[in-house]
């Protein structure tokens, strides 16, 4: 496995492997690796020659009271587990090396924003798209693989890569979890030990909404409250949000129909955990 820190250095590398006729299959991540990121390497190592992972702590898409600082960081671990499950070459710049100086243009993302995350989390997903179009221009993919758990981050990348014409393909991968359901996370490490006995029930409320759209109740408003009652009996976490909404576009629904997210964000006292289920009705 290559390892580079320096933009001039990787791209002059991928340059030479795209005039030989390469792919390249790109996996972006903030490191820490867990298994949701290896299956996206798993399935980036199965569609493409080459398999390009970055690891960069993005610092212009935390909020000033977000986790930044505190976010976890192993690079070593990370090296290995990158090299051992395939990746062909990682990149992991410092924060100088991407913002070496103020950026002198802004990226604004205008939909698919206000909803979820993005609604407390301002400004989040202008620092997704701008890192995103660095490390794209840095990495020239043909494919590129996000996970499905960060469904709000998935379908923005999907809408901001058709917008502005990226040649390159947008893949979801589904959540992984651990056996008793719990999205796998960088994050789930702040649990406390109670808060991870409670963590699981937050994907069974998920599964109860979703029962109960697939056996025909179509009022948002209905499966909100089941899901929000779910979490709120058997987790000490307190709601962000519960929502049910149009998938990818992210819209309000009158009446369940199409394509749908039900999506949720809990806020334990040492994390906020996010998890979502995607159905599609139309089929
Ligand atoms: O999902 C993440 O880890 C980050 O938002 C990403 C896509 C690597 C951009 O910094």
Known sequence: MKVFTKIKDIQEFLSEQKRNGKT????PTMGYLHEGH??????ATAENDLTVMSIFVNPIQFGPNEDFERYPRDFDRDRKLAEDNGVDVLF???VEEMYPEESIVQMNVKKRKDVLCGRTRKGHFDGVVTVLTKLFHITMPDRAYFGLKDAQQFAIVQGFVADLN??????GVETVREEDGLAKSSRNTYLSAQERKEAPEIYQALLKGKKAVENGVDDPAEIVRLVSDHIRQNTGGEIDYVEVL???ELDPLERIKGKVIIATAVQFASAR???NVILDLSR
Request: hydrophobic letters at 50%; zero cysteines.
């Open 38 to 43: 290896l299956s996206l390497v798993k399935k």
């Open 24 to 27: 390249i299959g790109f996996v």
């Open 166 to 171: 990226f040649p390159i393909d947008i893949i």
């Open 246 to 248: 149009s998938f990818p």
């Open 92 to 94: 992991h710049p410092s």
């Open 273 to 275: 955990l996010i998890d």
